[in-house]
């Protein structure tokens, strides 16, 4: 569990490449819908840059075509 006097909310964007490929061949992917191929913005309670691209890499695996593009922490 997070503790709040240290956690921060970073905005990670990010995009799924392999579905970006297909959207350019005008095909759609078998799981993941084409909006994937733009970029979308996840907010995530962390410690660090690092724990925030940790836990966005579990529920967005790199392995399914997810790229992080960018990882931002969130004004106070």
């Known amino acids: ?3 709040p006097s240290t956690s921060q909310v970073f905005l990670v964007r ?3 490449k392999v579905v970006r490929a297909l959207v350019k061949e005008n095909r759609s ?5 084409d909006q ?15 724990e925030a691209r940790r836990i966005i890499a579990k529920r967005f695996p ?4 997810f790229v992080i593009e960018e990882v931002l922490r969130e004004a106070a």
């Open 62 to 65: 790199p392995e399914d075509g």
């Open 36 to 50: 994937w191929a733009d970029i979308h913005t996840q907010d995530v309670a962390a410690g660090s840059e690092a």
């Open 14 to 16: 990010l995009y799924n």
């Open 1 to 3: 569990m997070l503790d």
């Open 29 to 33: 992917h078998e799981w993941f819908d």
